[in-house]
């Protein structure tokens, strides 16, 4: 099982971005997928996530308002659209995936993470 994330980069403050998420070894239709993140000095932040079977869904407080958790079960993705984005939003973000809907928002419960992409916001 491989998770990769992609689509970190450069953006200046109040700009968008939005990551991707794509698997292989396992199907997004039947994992919860997360995101997280985590800045210098800081510890691992939770941002977002979706649930496997309802695709119920949960956002960090940073995140509210700003940021948009979805899938493509077509295409076994994951997306986070990052909009108003904010010097504090800089940071490696992960995604990580798991097999139960149970504490989403606990990275500690996760079976898989990806490497991680980077995204600075600048001021």
């Known amino acids: 099982v491989q998770l990769q994330a992609f689509g970190g980069g450069v953006v200046q403050a109040g700009g968008s971005l939005r990551l991707s998420c794509v698997a292989s070894g396992l199907s997004f239709s039947t994992y919860a997928v997360g995101w997280f993140r985590q800045a210098p000095g800081k510890e691992r932040e939770f941002v977002a996530a979706i649930g496997r079977s309802l695709g119920t869904i949960y956002y960090g407080d940073s995140a509210k308002g700003r940021f948009t958790i979805s899938r493509d079960k077509t295409r076994n993705a994951v997306y986070l659209q990052m909009n108003s984005l904010n010097p504090e939003d800089t940071a490696v973000y992960h995604c990580?995936?798991?097999?139960?809907?149970?504490?989403?928002?606990?990275?500690?419960?996760?079976?898989?993470w990806g490497q991680g992409t980077l995204v600075t916001v600048s001021s």
């Open positions: 990580a995936a798991k097999g139960t809907d149970y504490l989403l928002m606990n990275e500690d419960r996760y079976e898989y």
